[in-house]
């Protein structure tokens, strides 16, 4: 989940008013730039200052192009599962579930991780990540890495069942961002 939000370019979409209409669904290969866009704008509202400078370069922008590209195309999906939310035209946000890493020595029978949950800033408030997360969630058992940095994600994680295990990680690539995952049981 993004927790700001300085600059609202062309995917962003118009900011929603109470009531807007989002539709949240299975993406096709044409999202997949959108989709790219979406993605690094939402890292740049998030996390542009525990990133290094030039982070956000073109070689950045072109692997999540990639990316997106090889998720969305013909018989790349095996289990995972990805939806978008679309306001106004306009990808807003996207959730990504698979079966977990096998190197991630995870709780015992927790066979799912939540890969990627990330909201547009302006849109924030009005439900979208939550109707994300149960679109590709739903109800199982999962686990997730969250960066330590971002409490508005976690609250939201712990609302829907999630808690931290205390196992924790960094990524060489962004040494100023702890990841700590969260588990979360089988939701009746």
Do not use: C
């Not at 192009?65 to 013909?74: I, K, P, Q």
């Not at 939806?83 to 106004?88: F, G, L, P």
């Not at 949950?117 to 109707?131: F, I, K, P, T």
């Not at 149960?134 to 999962?142: E, S």
Request: proline content about 6%.
């Amino acid at each position: 989940m993004s927790t700001s939000s300085a600059n609202a370019g062309p995917s962003a979409g118009p900011p929603m008013k109470a009531g807007g209409q989002v539709l949240v669904r299975e993406p096709v290969a044409s999202d997949a730039d959108e989709l790219a866009e979406v993605h690094v704008r939402t890292w740049e509202e998030t996390y542009a200052e525990l990133l290094p400078a030039g982070f956000f370069d073109d070689v950045h922008r072109r692997r999540r192009r990639d990316m997106w590209h090889h998720l969305l195309g013909a018989g790349s999906r095996d289990d995972s599962l990805i939806r978008i939310a679309v306001h106004d035209d306009a990808i807003i946000g996207f959730g990504m579930t698979g079966p977990s890493e096998p190197r991630d020595d995870g709780p015992p029978g927790i066979t799912r991780q939540l890969y990627m949950l990330y909201m547009l800033e302006a849109h924030h408030g009005h439900g979208v990540g939550q109707r994300l997360l149960d679109a590709v969630a739903g109800t199982d058992a999962m686990t997730l890495w969250v960066a330590k940095e971002n409490p508005r994600a976690i609250a939201f994680y712990r609302r829907n069942g999630f808690v931290l295990d205390g196992t924790e990680k960094s990524d060489p690539g962004a040494p100023a961002i702890t990841d700590a995952r969260m588990v979360r049981a089988a939701r009746a």
